[in-house]
């Protein structure tokens, strides 16, 4: 597996950062580039989703309350956006920020908290390098030089700690696994599979990065891969690029190991 692997990223045109990991033991498989930071994209409404989650059960909040959306904070390629809602349950929009990435949906959830909250959430869980420093479609912040970052190693231990359910309780950490298992985008960690396999992950994407990180199921052996791609320049291509490397590993990890048995 590592070797074919290492091939495929002495191939690649683009800069590859990924990490592929043993759920129960956390050996690594594979490592890749894990200190470099890059810019998470929509990696970060994963933090997100589990801080908003942390406020309501430590402040005795309902899933169910409800926040006002003005019509001036709807942005492009949102369903709320697309549905003129002015207002919404914090499930509501969890799931929506994770499972079609919606924009608008996370910039009232980083409004709901706060940025600096955000912040200090992400070091208490153990993400040294994973900040939050402007909203989604910010392009006049992005300009000036503020930008929403993480690492591969930073990514590996959220989805490990999700995977744990170490950091809510039961209940909520269900909630977690759950949304991120309902993604309905499945342009590269699953691109390749013909498997119906349970996978909770998260994509981000911008002109020039694309990533996709989460959680493979499977009776065999569950495990953990992140695969973030920066420096691109045709977007299908790197998601492509995920989808085989995504694709030798489940065939190693999954295939191979049922063969055996």
Known sequence: MKQTITRILQKAPYKVHMFV?????????ISEKLEDPFPSASLIKVPILLAVLNYVESNNLSLEQEIMIAPEEWVDFSVISEQRIEQSTIYELLVWMIITSDNTATNVLIDFLGMDTLNQYFRQIGLLQTTIQRKMMDFERLAKG???TTTARDMALLFARIYRRDLLSSAFSEVVIGILSRQRVHESLKRYLVDDVKVAHKTGGLDTVDHDVGIVYNSSRDYLIGVFVTEVTSNDHARQLIGRISKVVYDYLVKRKEMKE
């Open 21 to 29: 990991k043993d759920c129960k033991t956390e050996h690594f498989f």
């Open 146 to 148: 503020f930008d929403n």
